[in-house]
């Protein structure tokens, strides 16, 4: 009988100790826990070596790709005094050559979706806004 005693008061002190550390379920965690914060350390960090990657598969595309592109600059240089339209004709194949290549060596890094569409945007502006960098 003492034993069954003392088994109930150490069973309930246990389970009022325990209910001291819990939170209550309907308390939201705050935007300052512990938790949270690891989880936003995680997100940057994710998106941080994410841009990395997107740099480093740029600098990989354009150097695999560079063939191509000097050969759009050159194009673009030797209808400079067409008209944008016969310009046009004459260079977008290489541009769409170039794009699918430089696409391709993204897909090859790992880089796709929304990542792979502006990296090939911002090189394409950057091709345009550089020039220059082919000998003919």
């Known amino acids: 009988s003492s034993i069954s005693t003392l088994c109930v008061l150490l069973t309930s002190d246990l389970f009022f100790f325990f209910l001291m550390f819990l939170q209550p379920l309907s308390s939201p965690l705050s935007s300052s826990s512990a938790a949270s914060d690891v989880y936003k350390r995680q997100a940057q960090t994710t998106s941080i070596k994410s841009h990395a990657r997107v740099k480093s598969a740029g600098e990989s595309a354009a150097v695999v790709c560079a063939r191509l592109g000097c050969m759009y600059e050159l194009c673009h ?60």
Do not use: H
Not at 93 to 116: K, P
């Open 77 to 136: 240089k030797r209808f400079m005094a067409s008209t944008p339209s016969r310009r046009q004709a004459k260079c977008d194949g290489i541009l769409q050559l170039w794009t699918a290549c430089y696409g391709t060596q993204l897909d090859r890094e790992g880089v796709t979706g929304e990542a792979r569409n502006a990296a090939i945007d911002t090189a394409i502006q950057s091709q345009a806004d550089t020039g220059a960098t082919c000998t003919s």
